[in-house]
C-alpha cells in the first residue's frame, strides 16, 4: 500500500463534525482524528487489493429469483369471501366513502 495520503487534521474533523451536527470535545477531535484515518486507511488498502481481472460482484453467492410459478387457480367463492365482510352492498365489499361528491 502506498502511503502518500494525508492525515485527517484536527481542523477537517472538526468541519466534519459540524457537518454531521455533532458536539465534539476539543480531546474528541484528536480522538476522531485518528480513528477516522484508520478507517479511511483500511478503505485505501481496498482498492489497493482489486485487481482488474476480478468482476465485480454485488453478493457473494450467486442469487436467482425464487418466485412460484404463476398459475392460474379457482378463487374463492364470492359468497364465502363476503361472509366475513362487516357490510355488504350489491355484492361488493361495502366501506365508507372517502371522496367527496365532487370526485
Known amino acids: 500500500m502506498s502511503d502518500d495520503r494525508s492525515t485527517l487534521t484536527r481542523d477537517e474533523v472538526a468541519h466534519l ?10 480531546d474528541e477531535l484528536d480522538l476522531f ?8 486507511g483500511s ?16 453478493h457473494a453467492v450467486p442469487l436467482r429469483n425464487v418466485l ?18 362487516p357490510a355488504v352492498e350489491d355484492d361488493r365489499f361495502r366501506v365508507p ?7
Open 17 to 26: 463534525a459540524r457537518l454531521a451536527r455533532l458536539a465534539v470535545t476539543e
Open 33 to 40: 482524528a485518528g480513528q477516522l484515518d484508520v478507517i479511511l
Open 43 to 58: 478503505v485505501a488498502r481496498i482498492g489497493d487489493v482489486a485487481a482488474a481481472d476480478i468482476q465485480p460482484t454485488s
Open 68 to 85: 412460484r410459478p404463476d398459475v392460474v387457480v379457482a378463487s374463492l367463492p364470492r359468497e364465502s369471501v363476503l361472509a366475513g365482510a
Open 97 to 103: 366513502q372517502i371522496l367527496g361528491e365532487e370526485e
